[in-house]
């Protein structure tokens, strides 16, 4: 009784620190346009047209052959060499539903089912802040995903700034922490012919997976 007593207060831990972390602001669409209203288009009419292209069934199975095999399965509990090991046998449904989402739109509802599991980020956590959630999705969920983003990493370099240096490929984000020295070196220096200056040092914890889709789309 009191084993389940805890893991009901767990619950209510997560429950409580995870609601208020993912609160909305709901901001308004008419204010989310006008700040999309500034910004020009950066991708030419190829690289547009190279993201509009259909995907094949050759992508679906490079992406899914180049997966970790020790990568934690989904709510199905089906691993990536299942797939890899009986590609034969389940290929062309994998490969029919993954394209049927990729290029007609169609749902995954199927296979949009996801075990959100919570990391330790130091030994001896005892505070949620120590904690990162985790999202142990499907293959076949992780397969689409991955063709997307395959196909967003060849022309991320052209509308993203060399400042903004993480998750692109080749780019480093400790580079950042050299630009902001820099940064601070010139301001205590003057230089430039700067007479005053300002530094804002931004809380950048509910920044990563926290943005909203209605702003991402």
Known sequence: MMFGIRIQLGLMVLGDYFGKLFQSTNPNQSDIDRVLSCVKPQLSESKSAFLDACFTSEAIRVVLFDMFPTKAPGSDGLPTPFYKKLWEVVGDKVESACLGVLNNGDGLNEVNETIITHITKVKGAEKMIYFSPISLCN????????????????????????????????????????????????????????????????????????VKWSFLV
């Open 139 to 210: 293959v076949v969920y992780n397969i689409v995903v991955k063709a997307l983003a395959n196909r967003f990493r060849k022309v991320l370099g052209d509308v993203i700034l060399e400042t903004q240096s993480a998750f692109i490929l080749g780019w480093l984000i400790s580079d950042n922490a050299k630009v902001g020295f820099e940064c601070m070196y010139a301001l205590k220096r003057g230089q430039n012919g700067l007479k005053g200056a300002i530094a804002f040092k931004l809380d950048m914890f509910k920044a990563y997976d926290m």
